[in-house]
């Protein structure tokens, strides 16, 4: 049974920090690749940064030198660290897992259930 389960989101203020773990199971993790997505209130949901089982990286414009996405194939666990929150942070953060195109990050095949992030100014 696949699993994505993430951790560490909260509040925080604006211009603060926040680090997200996903920790997967269930599957090969290192044979896929990983999104994270965020939803904000009445918003669609939006990819924000994806990393190919190679290590290859990729981030929306929107948080492009403040995030940043790294994996663990020892503890199966994809993290984003977000630095210099705003408050249009503020968002759902869910991550996913790619696992139909051989380590690149296309489209999810398995999503986790989501972790709150709130940016107060």
């Known amino acids: 049974q696949v699993q994505l389960v993430e951790s560490g989101g909260g509040s925080v203020q604006a211009g603060g920090s926040l680090k997200l773990s996903c920790a997967a199971s269930?599957?090969?993790?290192?044979?896929?690749?990983m999104g994270w997505y965020r939803q904000a209130p009445g918003k669609e949901r939006e990819l924000v940064s994806t990393?190919?089982?190679?290590?290859?990286?990729w981030y929306s414009d929107s948080v492009k030198g403040r995030f940043t996405i790294d994996q663990d194939n020892a503890k199966a666990t994809v993290r984003l660290q977000m630095n210099s929150l705003k408050t249009e942070d503020t968002a759902v953060y869910y991550c996913?897992?790619?696992?139909?195109?051989?380590?690149?990050?296309?489209?999810?095949?398995?999503w986790g259930q989501g972790t709150q992030v709130t940016v107060s100014s």
């Open positions: 996913a897992a790619d696992c139909a195109n051989a380590g690149y990050y296309l489209r999810p095949t398995y």
């Open positions: 269930g599957y090969i993790f290192s044979t896929c690749g």
């Open positions: 990393i190919r089982s190679s290590g290859t990286t």
